[in-house]
Each structure stands twice: as C-alpha cells, then as structure tokens.
C-alpha cells in the first residue's frame, strides 16, 4: 500500500507541475486488474492522437503485464520517459534523443552546480535500464558533464565498500533505504541519492516520511554536495519529463 501511496504522490506532482507551466495533462487509470490487450490498445490510442505531443506509462506494471512489450509499443516520438529501445540506441550513439528522465535530471544537477567531471572517478550502485545503466553512459561519454572513470555495481559486485571508497562522484540507485553509510564514502565526494521510499514516521502528521538510498545525516558531513530526498534527484526527473515534452511539442528530436 505505501508504494501505491507513493506512486500515486509522485504522480500528482507531475501534474501539478504540468499545469504550472502550461502543459495540459491527462491521466488514464487502471486497476490493477487491466488486461494486457486494454494497456496497449490505450497507447495506440495516444500514440495515433494528433492532439498528443508525449506521454508515460507509470512503472511499475502489474506482474502479468510484460514490461518491455509496453514500453516497445510506445511511439519512440511520444516516448518522453526515454525508454523506448529506439531511444535508448540513439543516447548510446550521442544522436539527438529524448533523455531517460531520472539520469536527464542528475546530468542537469551536475552542470547547474558546475560539479567538475573529467577525470574523476564515478560509481553508479544499480545497473537498471531506467537509471544506472544510461547513467554509465552519460557519464563516460566526451563532453560535460562526462569523461568519467565510470564503474557500474550492482548485487553481484565483490568488495563493495571499497570500489565506493574510490568515488569521487557516487550514485546511488540500487532501491535499499539507507544502503550508503558514512563508511562507504569518501572525504569530499558528491553523493546523488536516486532512491526514495516511503515509512513509517512518528515526527510527521501525514504519518509517514521518505528516505532515500543514502543515510543522509551520517553521510552529508562527509560530503562536498550531497541531494535530499525529498527534494532532490526526484523534482529533476519531473523537470527533464517537462523538458522532453517541450522537444516532443517542437518535433526537435523526430
């Protein structure tokens, strides 16, 4: 219940900030029962709608809805979540493409904040196709903010503590509330915190409150920059899917 909770949160922030900039949004709900077959006939509805410059389907799917057949039906003009195949080829390429949202954001984080990239070591904790894995590229590949020293960790990686120890620039992504400690980071380095899970809290009146991959109050007096969570990586990624619409609107990238 407190991931719908979450879900549903974070989807009303897109739209509240769809509306302060003057997009119009929409939003077609589904059970978790919908059928396969209503989902896709649903984004060939959008995908043919002239009226329509970009759209998302929210992930996660329920488990009897193939995710990769949902994102695949997507037209790759309206795709502004950036996960479409045709997408993701053209980022690794460096040819004009609609961005992933969330690895978008951070790579605005980055250059807004002037964060030095070349040379330095970063390490991505999580290897998925939504984040860690785009974000390898991003951040290996010439240009700023990139050329990077980029290693990619995920559950299977040995001596873990020590490859983050060697961080200059750490990412965390990898989906387990406050999986970086104070140990695990470097005097001076930049942590970006991806994750975000909603618990249980006394100190709040909604009940509840979230907390990220990172221990932030152990880990941020270690830190040259440091995002919160709430109010950090997550407001970017609303504001690349923002930006990835304008483009779709403007027919930039297709």
Do not use: W
């Not at 719908?4 to 974070?10: A, G």
């Not at 590949?141 to 503590?161: D, I």
């Not at 942590?191 to 249980?200: F, L, Y």
Request: hydrophobic share 40%.
């Amino acid at each position: 219940m407190a991931k719908i909770l979450q879900v549903q949160t974070y989807i009303a922030s897109k739209e509240k900030a769809c509306h302060e900039v003057g997009i119009i949004s929409s939003v077609y709900r589904f059970d978790e029962t919908v059928s396969e077959i209503k989902l896709l006939e649903t984004i060939d509805f959008l995908n043919n709608d002239e009226d329509v410059d970009g759209f998302i389907v929210q992930l996660p799917l329920p488990k009897h809805i193939p995710v990769d057949k949902i994102i695949q039906r997507i037209n790759p003009a309206k795709d502004v979540d950036g996960f479409h195949p045709i997408n993701i080829g053209r980022m690794v390429l460096n040819l004009p493409s609609y961005l992933s949202a969330t690895p978008y954001g951070i790579m605005q984080l980055i250059e807004r904040y002037n964060i030095e990239t070349e040379g330095k070591h970063c390490v991505i904790l999580g290897r998925s196709n939504i984040v860690g894995t785009p974000m390898s590229i991003l951040m290996s590949r010439k240009g700023y903010p990139g050329n990077c020293t980029v290693t990619l960790c995920h559950s299977k990686t040995e001596n873990l503590k020590e490859i983050c120890l060697q961080a200059d620039i750490l990412i965390a992504a990898i989906g387990q509330q406050e999986f970086v400690t104070a140990d695990m980071v470097k005097q001076d380095a930049v942590v970006i915190d991806v994750g975000m899970h909603r618990i249980p809290s006394t100190e709040t009146k909604s009940g509840y409150k979230l907390i990220g991959d990172v221990k932030f109050d152990e880990v941020a007096p270690k830190c040259s920059y440091i995002t919160p969570v709430p109010g950090g990586v997550g407001l970017m990624t609303i504001v690349s899917l923002l930006k990835n619409t304008l483009k779709a609107a403007k027919k930039e990238i297709f």
